[in-house]
């Protein structure tokens, strides 16, 4: 069975940073593009920063010189570096990834469980 497992959530005030963690487990060939969204309470899911397995970056335009996304393509995981947090970037972060081939099959649009990111003022 495949999972994407984030880690690396937790509580930081204003200013400070955490850095976000997508370990996949499962018999995992490749995994191509790999995306962090959040959603916060009353809010829809939005996407905070995708990379292709080639490198390529997008960032939604709130996190821009403040985020950064890399990848690890030995080991399929994604991470997530948050630097200068605001309390507006408090949400629930879900890792992302648009295919998972695996040894038989591939699997689209699958999401981690999440991980909950809170910033104080």
């Known amino acids: 069975q495949v999972q994407l497992v984030e880690t690396g959530g937790g509580l930081v005030q204003a200013g400070g940073s955490l850095r976000l963690s997508c370990v996949p487990s499962?018999?995992?060939?490749?995994?191509?593009?790999m995306g962090w969204y959040r959603q916060a309470p009353g809010k829809q899911r939005e996407l905070v920063a995708s990379?292709?397995?080639?490198?390529?970056?997008n960032y939604a335009d709130s996190v821009k010189g403040r985020f950064t996304i890399s990848r690890d393509n030995g080991k399929n995981t994604v991470y997530l570096q948050m630097s200068s947090l605001k309390p507006e970037d408090t949400a629930v972060y879900y890792c992302?990834?648009?295919?998972?081939?695996?040894?038989?099959?591939?699997?689209?649009?699958?999401w981690g469980q999440g991980t909950q990111v809170t910033v104080s003022s």
């Open positions: 992302k990834a648009d295919r998972i081939a695996t040894m038989g099959s591939s699997l689209y649009n699958y």
């Open positions: 499962g018999r995992i060939v490749n995994i191509y593009t």
């Open positions: 990379i292709t397995r080639g490198g390529s970056t």
